[in-house]
Structures are given as C-alpha cells and as structure tokens.
C-alpha cells in the first residue's frame, strides 16, 4: 500500500514537469512520389500526408496514396496482365531527432491497408491486404515553413497477403 501511495504521489509530482514540455501542436503537409516494390510489382503513387508534431520529439501521421504507375507482367499461358494500386492508406506514431533547424531525422511505426488490382485477359482481381508498417526518413526545410522530405518506408503485409514491400518517398513538405 505504501509503495501504490508513494507512486501516486510522485506522478502528480511529474504531471506539471510533463505539461510544461509539452507546446501546441505544430501541423505539418506533403505531397509527392511514391514507389512501391513488392514482392510481384513496382508501382507508384501520388501521396498526401497530414502530420503533428505534439512534442519536440513526438508526433503522429496519416497518409493516403493513389497509384499513377502500374506494372505489367506476362502469364504464361493468358498473355499480358497489369497490376494497378487502387488506393495505400496508413497512421503511424512518429519519434523525431531534431539535429539542426533545418534537418528534422524520424523514424515511424505504423499500420496501414493497400488495394491492388490485377487485370489478365479481361480478368480481374484485387488483392487487399493490412500491414505493419516501420520506416526512416528526414526533412530539410529551406526556410522555416518549407522544404522537402525523403522517407523509407517497410510494409509486412500480415494475414492471407503475408509479404512484404519497401516504399521510397520524395515530397514538399510544409509547416503550418
């Protein structure tokens, strides 16, 4: 009982040194060029991602990307197909490393769920699959507000899909 009351006592000793480093929100955007390599394609995409940054070494992300590059592959025996990302959708916890004004290195850990169509002699099929998703990146910003982002990306498709792709990003990236 001493210990639970000892503890209790100390956490709300903590709770003001907590508050006070913590500052608002700073929102952040991008846009760019995704490409996906999977295990069977390379496919790209357009992404857009929604950002905060809650503390100066925390934050969290969403993202969403559309697929603009399709591959093509043979079937042996149907001839030509096309594999086409409909849509790659994703939230991650994001752990920053401030090392100038200018440069931001992060790491993020996430879960994310991607839709692939293929498309053999008029036949299709989807391929829908969830991931964990764990990747590196940095940030360079010109000025205070804008600049341009290169990330890494690892997706471990789980489930029926199990697999795995590797994702490289280049983006604007703006500070609000």
Same mark, same amino acid.
């Given at each position: 009982m001493r210990i639970l009351l000892a503890a209790s006592a100390l956490s709300l000793i903590a709770v !003001?040194?907590?508050?006070? /480093?913590?500052? =608002? !929100?700073?929102?952040?955007g =991008?846009?760019?060029?995704?490409?996906? *390599?999977g295990d069977e394609? /390379?496919? @790209?995409?357009?992404?857009?991602? +929604?950002g905060a940054k809650l503390h100066r070494y925390a934050g969290v992300e969403i993202e969403g990307s559309v697929g603009i590059d399709d591959d093509s592959f043979t079937? /042996? +025996?149907?001839?030509p197909g096309k594999y086409e990302l409909k849509h790659d959708v994703a939230a991650y916890a994001v752990g920053f490393l401030p090392v100038t004004?200018?440069?931001? +290195? $992060?790491?993020?850990?996430?879960? @994310? #769920?991607?839709?692939?169509?293929?498309n053999v002699a008029g036949v299709r099929s989807r391929q829908d699959g969830d991931s964990v998703n764990y990747g590196l990146g940095a940030s360079y910003?010109? *000025?205070?507000?804008?600049? +341009?982002?290169?990330?890494w #990306?690892?997706?471990? $498709?789980?489930?029926?899909?199990? @697999?795995?792709? *590797?994702?490289?990003?280049v983006s604007y990236v703006r500070r609000f």
């Open positions: !003001p040194a907590f508050a006070q /480093s913590l500052t =608002s !929100p700073a929102v952040y =991008s846009a760019g060029y995704t490409w996906f *390599d394609a /390379s496919l @790209g995409a357009i992404t857009a991602r +929604v079937a /042996s +025996v149907y001839g004004e200018k440069i931001d +290195v $992060f790491a993020r850990l996430g879960y @994310g #769920t991607t839709k692939i169509k293929a910003f010109i *000025d205070g507000a804008n600049g +341009v982002r290169a990330d #990306t690892r997706r471990d $498709f789980t489930g029926g899909h199990a @697999g795995a792709a *590797d994702t490289w990003a």
